[in-house]
């Protein structure tokens, strides 16, 4: 059904300006929805995607105008020469801004963003040889093969052949290594910096290239206005944009679209009937656009294009589909695996680690080891800092104090990108998971680092034979897990206890050496509590080894071959199943009373 939307679409897009009754204003007006689609396409990427919010959109818009504008007209360059030289501008101006504001969280970006905007504006205004205020009129068209693009019917195919290639382009982008990470930046950064993704590098990506477009769209803008002036580049323009990118849906490609289409539209009906209604100078269609922004914030936040979507899926009686469209390509390569340490081997050493919050001694000078393929189990009351141990191995936390050892090299003080890197992989005590996005989607993110295809290729597809090794790796780890009948649901569909085993089959694409495992079986009920054992018995006769911080003590008896006992972030005890059941303190401080868990947990797996 998508397709033929699709061609729908374009047929009627192509049939607009070849009508000969189409009137030139609906064109001009096409022509304007286009352009501005580009702008918010980007937007939609870097905010909606991304989660980053830009006002400053229409100053890359007009280092593309002023750029093709001044060497076309002034210095009599090619437009195409125009275009080079406003994509590098803004390249540049993207990559240096996005230098200085991506690595400060919070609210730096939106104010870097205006700021460059409010000062692209007084440039513009001021410079002599952009024509101050009065800007630069007379721009020559494009033209393409010896055709002019002079006519607005004529550049009104390039507008839209170009906004149909950057859909192509960044639908190619996000459904692939690299949109995994720009789409895990939103909600889920900390978890994807402990699977290897570099969050600021794919900060870099989603600005720059949201900024790229902008700058297209201001060279098509240039060529089609045949004339340039600072006060479309303004802050007012900016806030426009976002307002079409929230209008039309920011979570969605084709929410650009409508946004722009909505917006132009309103603008212009604003515009034509207002002095008919008020009289009033100001800018009625701001304070109209305003209102709906926050109508739509209110009430549905991810835009108009889902509830359309909705609507025309219930008229054609479609059913939601699911995206198995993935590129899954089952003859493809497996990914090479890790080399494991002999059984028996030191993997992880835990020297004295400390970790203090203001006063708070949460993790006490604890020293344990983990040997390769063993169960080791880190218990404790709730409080008693296991969590925060697990988060100062994985270097989510900095230690107050202690080491870490990892295969014998040390990695406290390392990141949590560069631990992930070394062969230690994670699930989170509370999960983290990208909801809207496929299972299989979710535990390829985890492979992040098994694979290197870059941004060019991702837009190209060019990386299919990496990306199907990935979604192979993705979908063997989802299928070990007992996922496999998940594979194209969407994460946030599923049953919390699931959503625990999509973050098992996440931390296993990564290929770990080590496994830690906070509180996996939570939420599970009993089946597939044993289930889920079966799963990381067998992981540890493959060699693997897992640290577990679990609650559930019949779980933890029955699975592990040693644990540490924590209590008020302190080392209290050690042992066997068998002997931690036995110990005096550990049943006074933690498990006092509860003798049926006890009799429960007698049975304990032999190893
Ligand atoms: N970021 C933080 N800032 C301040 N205190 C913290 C922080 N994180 C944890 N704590 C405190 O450190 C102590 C240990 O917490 P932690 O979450 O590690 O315990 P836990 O053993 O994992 O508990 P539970 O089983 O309930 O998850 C608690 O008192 C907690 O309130």
């Known amino acids: 059904m998508q397709r033929i939307f699709l061609a729908v679409f374009i047929a009627i897009l192509v049939a607009i300006p070849l009508i000969p009754g189409t009137p030139e204003f609906w064109v001009n007006q096409m022509n304007t929805i286009g352009i501005a689609s580009l702008v918010v396409l980007g937007l939609v990427i870097l905010t909606g995607v991304a989660g980053m919010t830009s006002f400053g959109q229409a100053a890359f818009v007009g280092m593309g105008a002023y750029a093709t504008a001044y060497l076309s007209t002034s210095l009599g360059y090619s437009p195409w020469i125009g275009l080079l030289a406003g994509l590098a501008i803004a390249f540049v101006i ?36 952009l024509g101050r205020h009065d800007g630069l009129p007379g721009i020559v068209p494009i033209e393409i093969f010896g055709f002019s693009l002079l006519k607005a019917r004529a550049i009104y195919f390039l507008i839209w052949g170009v906004v149909l290639l950057s859909i192509f382009l960044s639908l190619n982008l996000l459904n692939s290594r690299t949109g995994r990470a720009i789409r895990a930046l939103k909600n889920g950064a900390a978890m994807a910096e402990s699977f290897g993704v570099n969050t600021h590098h794919y900060k870099m990506i989603a600005f720059v290239y949201a900024a790229l477009l902008a700058s297209v769209a201001g060279w098509l803008y240039a060529h089609e206005q045949r004339a340039v002036s600072p006060s479309t580049f303004g802050l007012n323009y900016g806030i426009e944009y976002l307002f079409m990118a929230v209008i039309g849906g920011s979570v969605s490609i084709w ?97 004295k680690i400390r970790k203090e919050f203001g006063g708070l001694v949460a993790v006490n000078d604890i020293s344990f080891e983990v040997k390769a393929g063993q169960i080791m189990g880190l218990i404790g009351p ?71 295809s870059g941004v060019v290729s991702s837009l190209l597809h060019l990386e299919r034979e990496s990306e199907a090794r990935l979604l192979k790796e993705a979908k063997i780890q989802c299928e070990r897990v007992g996922l496999g009948d998940y594979l194209y649901e969407k994460a946030g569909n599923l049953a919390l206890g699931k959503q625990r085993i999509v973050e098992i089959a996440r931390a296993l694409a990564l290929d770990p050496t080590l496994l830690l495992l906070d509180e996996a079986a939570a939420g599970l009920r009993y089946k597939e509590k044993q289930d889920l054992a079966a799963v990381l018995s067998a992981l540890r006769d493959e060699g693997m080894s897992i640290l577990l911080v679990e609650h559930d003590m019949d779980f933890v008896m029955k699975l592990t071959n040693h644990l540490v006992v924590m209590d008020f972030g302190t080392y209290l005890a050690e042992g066997s199943p068998a002997e931690i059941q036995q110990n005096p303190a550990v049943i006074e401080a933690y498990l006092g009373g509860m003798d049926d868990v006890l009799d429960m947990a007698s049975t304990e797996v032999k190893v």
């Open 382 to 452: 709730n409080g008693a800092g296991k969590s925060t141990s697990f988060n100062l191995i994985t270097g989510v936390l900095p230690l107050t104090s202690g080491t870490v050892e990892f295969m014998g090299q040390k990695i406290s003080g390392l990141s949590a990108r560069e631990i992930s890197r070394l062969g230690i992989g994670r699930t989170f005590q509370h999960v983290q998971l990208l909801p809207n996005m496929t299972v299989l989607e979710n535990v390829a993110l985890g492979a992040h680092l098994r694979a290197n």
């Open 94 to 129: 993207a990559y240096i801004l996005g230098q200085i504001t991506l690595r400060l969280s919070g609210h730096f970006l939106p104010l870097g963003t205006i700021a460059l905007c409010l000062i692209f504006y007084y440039l513009f205004g001021n410079m002599d040889f």
């Open 255 to 351: 929410g650009a679209i409508l946004g722009a289409g909505l917006v132009v539209f309103l603008r212009d009906q604003i515009q034509a009937y207002t002095p008919y209604l008020i009289d009033a100078k100001v800018n009625v269609e701001m304070v109209v656009f305003g209102i709906l922004m926050v109508l739509i914030l209110h009430h549905a936040k991810d835009g108009l294009w889902p509830i359309l979507m909705r609507g025309v899926n219930k008229i054609f009686g479609e059913k939601q589909t699911q995206n198995t469209d993935l590129g899954l390509d089952e003859k493809a390569a497996e990914l090479p695996k890790r080399e494991r340490p002999q059984k028996g081997d030191t993997v992880l050493r835990v020297n």
